[in-house]
């Protein structure tokens, strides 16, 4: 069952058939495919026009200051031959020819591509938590008449040149748009200086912020959010904000060059150490799902920075995005993830990852407001088992 139709896991009766006659029609080698681009070329000129509309708003979103890790660019081996598909429609799937003795370097394009429309439904309530293994306990801090999801191309884990992994999300928002309490609680730090700690220092690199100790826990333990840059802070210390309430304004203080929210999320202890990934903690908009993987070689060693491509079915568009880096990310303890992408619309996706010169891909579906996992471990390629249910009772204690 391991490398099987359990791609689609999260599929009911006749959709299960359908999808897997699909994929097990074009899945030849234990329902992986295992294939070799037939166009580079044709591959690159996709991405090249996905630069160009999408570089440059990009370019000056928050967190900006320093252009990410880029992508290794490398040098196709095989010749054009014929286009490559945007999508796979279900109607009229290509003949795929499983090439895994033709080895080639996987080719991918420039980070920043959005992969998906500008617009977003409302969210679900919060707390969300269709499972025991989920949180999504946080409403977002932007409201939903702006951008009010993390910059693609720097989440959770990224790592910019010379600096430590991203222990939260960047939001990016026009400067003076107003910043709301993610949840209720209450405002434990307010102005310059929380990384310090020192309320005078104003070249703290987090500027000016506001940190909020929640009314609610999370097995017991407390929750904290972060949110800095700010260029105006308007809840004071001690005072006790509800959902959605008014608590600052973006801005561009402390590291950055250009007006964002930089978001973090810290469980147990309000600590530079307690972080987790925060597209694991925010609602996600209705009729719309979260990705979360497990990237390992076939030892089952984590790849860190490991880039990997989601693509839309549905849209054609495709999403580029890398596994953590290394340094103070800490995985969920349940999905130990290394990698999180929130706010897709659900559907089916095709997932590829590059391993020792082969392109490893596999569909997948993801469902509305819930959580699609997938493990990947080298040589035996996908397998989208859920993690093993823990056996104490940590995560038997009920959602706040
Ligand atoms: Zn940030």
């Known amino acids: 069952m391991k490398f099987s139709q359990r791609a689609f896991f999260n599929t009911n009766g006749a959709t299960q058939q359908k999808l897997f006659w699909f994929y097990s029609r074009y899945s030849p080698v234990r329902g992986i495919r295992i294939k070799v681009f037939p166009s580079l070329n044709g591959f690159l000129r996709g991405f090249r026009l996905l630069r160009v509309l999408v570089l440059i708003p990009l370019a000056l979103a928050a967190c900006q200051a320093f252009s990410p890790t880029p992508l290794p660019t490398a040098s196709p081996l095989l010749p054009d031959s014929s286009p490559t598909p945007a999508s796979l429609p279900l109607s009229t799937p290509p003949a795929v020819t499983p090439t895994a003795t033709n080895p080639m370097t996987f080719l991918l394009p420039t980070p920043g591509a959005e992969p998906v429309t500008a617009w977003r439904p409302p969210l679900y309530p919060s707390p969300w938590a269709p499972t025991l293994y989920d949180h999504f306990y946080f409403a977002r801090p932007i409201a939903a008449d702006e951008v009010n999801w993390p910059l693609p191309n720097y989440r959770y884990g990224g790592i910019l040149e010379g600096r430590s992994a991203h222990t ?28 310090s700690g020192d309320p005078a220092n104003k070249d703290d690199p987090l500027g000016k912020s506001i940190v909020i100790r929640h009314d609610f826990g999370y097995r017991d333990q407390p929750l904290f959010t972060i949110y800095a840059h700010l260029s105006e802070t308007e809840a004071v210390l001690g005072q006790w904000v509800n959902t959605g309430g008014l608590i600052g304004y973006i801005g561009e203080t402390g590291l950055t060059t250009g007006p964002h929210l930089h978001f973090e999320v810290r469980v147990g202890t309000n600590g530079f150490f307690a972080t987790r990934n925060p597209e694991l903690w925010l609602v996600p908009p209705q009729g719309w799902g979260i990705l979360v993987a497990h990237v390992m070689d076939t030892a089952k060693e984590t790849l860190n920075s490991y880039a990997i491509l989601l693509h839309s079915e549905a849209t054609g568009e495709t999403l580029p995005a890398r596994t953590y880096g290394p340094g103070t990310i800490i995985p969920d303890p349940y999905y130990n993830e290394n990698l999180v992408l929130s706010d897709l619309p659900a559907g089916l996706y095709r997932i590829q990852i590059p391993f020792a010169g082969l392109n490893y891909e596999t569909g997948i579906q993801i469902l509305p407001g819930q959580v699609t996992f997938i493990s990947f471990q080298g040589f035996l390629g996908f397998d989208p088992t859920p993690p093993a249910t823990p056996v104490n009772e940590y995560f038997l204690t009920p959602a706040p």
């Not at 928002?173 to 209720?184: C, I, K, N, R, S």
Request: no cysteine.
């Open 168 to 195: 939260g999300i960047d939001i990016s928002a026009p400067y003076g748009t107003e910043v709301l309490a993610a949840g209720q609680g209450t405002v434990i730090w307010s102005g310059w200086g929380f990384s």
